[in-house]
């Protein structure tokens, strides 16, 4: 145990400490074609804003502004986007802030770095990343410019994603399920979706990168890109089921020597604890204790009750804040008024 705020891996709080002038956190933003099928993701209030979820993310983590829609991206109970959790973590502690095109189908009105890759395909249909071996140069170019940091924090904004994660696992053999945004996981959605994807492509043996290539998005193509350009960097992936993927990945693709992590809530290790555990390890784990249950706005106490878990690199950031700062009724104003500016 870390803190009260914090519980996993034991080194993480020295680690971060010594380290806490030499730490930058990317957003990977991407948008993936599967999240426009009906109840695979309340990452937005409707199949098509979700394309814009990503956009907005990354808007309101490096500026504290929606600048591309009127309000936060909601779910379709009106619960807001996670960024505003990362976005509140940050700015408090002053950590430096990279957006990383990952798949974006919209641009968004602040700086960031493009890999002109366009969005991610549906794998039902036909091969998910045409555009492969350029989001992994891509990752590879990125992490080059960043290599000179210690500590890497690595969050994610793509709807979708939990099912193309799924997919990929299935593809490597990692037979376990993804988390979700939403209460009730779409288990029958995302298995009709993955079963129309294998049908397509038959019985074939494939390796792991042909795996992500067929199945995947392009945030994993470029993370494990940035991974194999930070020999010396320890990388703490910020997410859930889909960091956790990516973290199994890396060590599959990869083999990296240097450290690496996943940061989560405990919201997503109280929905899918088997599988954080089977692909990460209790060693690389850092729980975020984030508790929502007395907030003022009902929506961000809906977290409580199972809606949206994790996204936008939530619990890393928290994690980071927990440790650097630590004062979490100052944490807890914060996000309660961002949301208030956000969404009046």
């Not at 806490?20 to 199949?47: C, E, M, Y």
């Not at 450290?259 to 604890?273: E, I, S």
């Not at 907030?295 to 996204?311: A, F, S, W």
Request: proline share 6%; aromatic share 6%.
């Amino acid at each position: 145990m870390v803190n009260e705020l914090l519980s996993g891996s034991e080194t993480v709080r020295s680690e971060i400490i010594a380290a806490r002038d030499s730490i930058v956190f990317l957003l990977l933003a991407g948008t993936s074609n599967v999240s426009l099928n009906p109840g695979i993701s309340a990452a937005g209030a409707t199949p098509e804003l979700t394309r814009l979820t990503p956009v907005v993310d990354s808007e309101i983590i490096f500026s504290g502004n929606c600048l591309s829609l009127d309000v936060p991206p909601m779910t379709p109970e009106g619960i807001p986007t996670p960024a505003i959790v990362t976005r509140a973590c940050l700015d408090r502690i002053g950590v430096n802030m990279i957006i990383v095109d990952a798949g974006l189908a919209a641009t968004p009105q602040v700086p960031f770095i493009s890999g002109n890759l366009g969005a991610s395909l549906d794998p039902s249909i036909e091969k998910a990343l045409p555009e492969f071996q350029k989001a992994l140069d891509f990752g590879r170019y990125v992490g080059s410019l960043i290599s000179g940091y210690k500590m890497v924090f690595i969050g994610e904004s793509v709807p979708g994603g939990t099912t193309t994660a799924q997919a990929v696992m299935k593809c490597v053999g990692n037979n376990f399920n993804t988390s979700s945004s939403l209460p009730t996981d779409p288990d029958r959605e995302k298995f009709l979706l993955i079963k129309k994807a294998q049908q397509r492509l038959g019985n074939t043996g494939l390796k792991a990168d042909q795996c992500i290539a067929e199945y995947g998005d392009y945030m994993m193509p470029v993370a494990l890109g940035i991974s194999s350009s930070l020999q010396e960097s320890t990388v703490v992936y910020c997410g859930g089921t889909q960091m956790a993927n990516v973290f199994s990945l890396d060590r599959m693709v990869n083999k990296p020597t240097a450290k690496r992590y996943v940061a989560t809530t405990k919201w997503v290790m109280d929905h899918r604890p088997e599988t954080m555990k089977k692909l990460v390890g209790n060693e690389n784990l850092i729980i975020s204790n984030i508790d929502f249950s007395t907030m003022p706005h009902q929506g961000l106490r809906e977290y409580e009750n199972g809606h949206v878990r994790e996204g936008a690199g939530m619990g890393g950031a928290f994690a980071l804040y927990s440790i650097l700062n630590g004062n979490v009724m100052e944490l807890y104003n914060d996000i309660s008024t961002l949301y208030e500016r956000l969404s009046s």
